[in-house]
């Protein structure tokens, strides 16, 4: 029989671990999106929940190579590892 200690152990590792992040809690580096990009209200800044995740994630790459000129995207890009873009874009496309 595993004792409760251990079970206990368990559940926080697994609660600790970034796929057991509910849905709809935003990754690390996603809030700094909706500054600009409004979920809910139509702005010049073009929404971005909702969008297709490859999309996202092409657009940001392409922001953190310096391939898609900018004055803000380009410098928040090189701020993120290529697995917290990922996260991202994957938080705002299931975003509707």
Do not use: N
């Given at each position: ?13 697994a609660a600790a ?37 490859k999309e996202l ?13 900018s004055t803000v ?24």
């Open positions: 029989m595993i004792g409760r200690a251990w079970l206990a152990s368990l559940a926080l590792l671990h970034p796929s057991a992040r509910a849905a709809d809690e935003p990754p690390p580096g996603a809030a700094s999106c909706s500054g600009c990009h409004s979920a809910t209200v139509a702005t010049a800044i073009p929404r971005i929940a909702g969008r297709e995740e994630l092409d657009r940001m790459e392409a922001f953190r190579s310096g391939q898609q000129p995207m380009v410098r928040l890009m090189k701020g993120f590892t290529p697995s917290e873009m990922r996260a991202i874009a994957g938080y705002w496309a299931a975003q509707k």
